[in-house]
């Protein structure tokens, strides 16, 4: 069965501090993809990861991926109210164009 | 703003009730996705369908059902309402470029069921 975990589900952290959201999958994608939801909003794209050893960052976040452990981080650095939201990770199905998704990792930044 | 349309935004019905909800894809997208989120829950994949033809199907009701029509707009239908079906309903899209299958999320559709 294909699987996509993410961990932690839930953080709660002060801001200023780091922390790192962990993603690891069971596919064979060289693909994996990190997406923002805020509360009743919709899913928005943060970072397309496309092959072993991409790195990509966009303000305090940072993305990473090891195609060979199956695994992504997502890096928070000195971390910000704004940044409260949900992330999920996704990866290609097996079949073209399905995404697996992760449950998500719902995130609280405390000022 | 993704480029993908969902109308309604809100909607509420009474159990048993069947309701259409309507999604465009970015203008050249091909790939229609249909996913259901309960509250505080992580996203059901439903249905795709690409250029007009169902490709992928996941935990999606018999009572539910989708079409993409020529213009690449889609419909998913839900019929014999539950309380249990009250969720955010999103469609996304995606194109073909490159292998690259990122989805564009619409803004959803709230569906209540009293």
């Known amino acids: 069965e294909l699987k996509v975990e993410q961990n932690p589900l839930f953080l709660s952290m002060q801001e200023g501090k780091n922390y790192t959201i962990y993603c690891n999958y069971s596919t064979t994608s060289d693909r994996l993809y990190w997406y923002r939801q805020d509360p009743g909003k919709s899913l928005e794209s943060l970072f397309v990861l496309l092959s072993n050893g991409a790195v990509k960052q966009e303000g305090r976040l940072m993305a990473s991926l090891d195609t060979k452990a199956r695994l992504s981080t997502l890096h928070i650095t000195a971390a910000v109210h704004d940044l409260s939201a949900t992330y999920f990770c996704a990866v290609d199905g097996d079949s073209n164009y399905q995404l697996i998704w992760g449950a998500g990792t719902k995130l609280i930044i405390k000022p | 703003d993704s480029g993908v349309t969902q109308t309604p935004k809100h909607l509420i019905t009474a159990t048993g009730q069947r309701v259409t909800l309507r999604c465009s894809p970015r203008?050249?997208?091909?790939?229609v996705y249909w996913y259901q989120q309960s509250l505080d829950q992580g996203l059901q994949f439903l249905i795709q369908?690409?250029?007009?033809?169902?490709?992928a199907k996941g935990n999606i009701l018999e009572r539910f059902s989708a079409q993409q029509f020529p213009d690449l707009h889609s419909e998913l239908n839900l019929s014999s309402l539950e309380l249990g079906d009250s969720a955010l309903y999103f469609c996304?899209?995606?194109?073909?470029?490159?292998?690259?299958?990122?989805?564009?999320f619409g803004p959803g559709t709230r569906l209540t069921v009293t």
């Open positions: 369908y690409y250029n007009g033809e169902e490709r």
């Open positions: 996304a899209s995606s194109g073909d470029g490159g292998g690259v299958y990122e989805q564009y």
């Open positions: 203008s050249g997208d091909l790939s």
